[in-house]
């Protein structure tokens, strides 16, 4: 089943715009991570957030995580045409489960409009 | 670059036949995973390694798969008698214990092998 669920599926946005993209998870978790994934290619390890932080930066990157709520959000800001992608999150089980198998959602498309 | 490497990069074969795909990891990375991602859907995790340690199978893992990785560095996929349903991208990740031991590491992806199956 899914652990992550992103939040919008699709996104559509102008060069130099923000977009914030969301993901709710079930259960329990130790990080959640953010990865980005270019047409047909592999994944991009973006941004690791511990279950005991709520806030995290990298570059125009801003991720935050609301453990009450089992949800995160990625916003990337001053978007460039280079970052359409597709945004996937992935949490592990937390305690009493794996913490090294990743569960992904469905990702959010992401395009950026020159 | 010292990243994950995955070969072949693109599969085509024709249902029934055996095929294998090889991951070579990072290095220093002791933890290897496959991974399976169909068209408009997450990556789905498959397996894990540790070192030359085959420690979790998911249930996705048909009779018809198997994983290995004999001396705890590259790691061969082989899927037996291919159906239709198995096309898909295969990815391979690769990561290395954090200090505490307790939290999930980083895991960083090869550019997957997409295999079609006619």
């Known amino acids: 089943s899914q652990q992550g669920e992103e939040d919008p599926q699709a996104l559509s946005i102008q060069e130099g715009e923000n977009a914030t993209m969301n993901c709710s998870y079930k259960?329990?978790?130790?990080?959640l991570q953010w990865y980005r994934q270019n047409s047909g290619r592999g994944l991009v390890h973006l941004i690791l957030?511990?279950?005991?932080?709520r806030e995290k930066h990298s570059g125009r990157l801003r991720v935050t995580l609301d453990t009450s709520k089992k949800s995160s959000s990625l916003l990337i800001t001053a978007s460039r045409a280079a970052d359409t992608a597709s945004y996937f999150c992935?949490?592990?089980?937390?305690?009493?489960?794996?913490?090294?198998?990743?569960?992904f959602g469905k990702g959010t498309l992401l395009t950026v409009n020159p | 670059d010292t990243g994950v490497s995955q070969n072949p990069r693109h599969k085509i074969t024709k249902r029934g036949q055996n095929v294998t795909f090889r991951c070579d990891p990072i290095s220093e990375h002791n933890r290897l995973y496959w991974y399976r991602q169909t068209l408009g859907q997450g990556p789905e995790f498959l397996t894990y390694?540790?070192?030359?340690?085959?420690?979790?199978k998911s249930r996705l893992l048909s009779d018809r798969f198997s994983a290995e990785r004999p001396k705890g560095s590259f790691s061969t996929l082989e899927i037996q008698r291919t159906e239709q349903g198995d096309s898909a991208m295969y990815l391979c990740?690769?990561?290395?214990?954090?200090?505490?031991?307790?939290?999930?590491?980083?895991?960083?992806f090869g550019p997957g092998t997409r295999l079609t199956v006619l």
């Open positions: 992935a949490t592990d089980r937390g305690s009493g489960g794996s913490n090294y198998k990743l569960t």
């Open positions: 390694f540790q070192n030359e340690a085959q420690l979790e």
């Open positions: 957030i511990r279950s005991n932080e």
């Open positions: 259960t329990s978790i130790n990080n």
């Open positions: 990740a690769s990561s290395s214990p954090s200090s505490s031991g307790r939290v999930t590491d980083t895991q960083y």
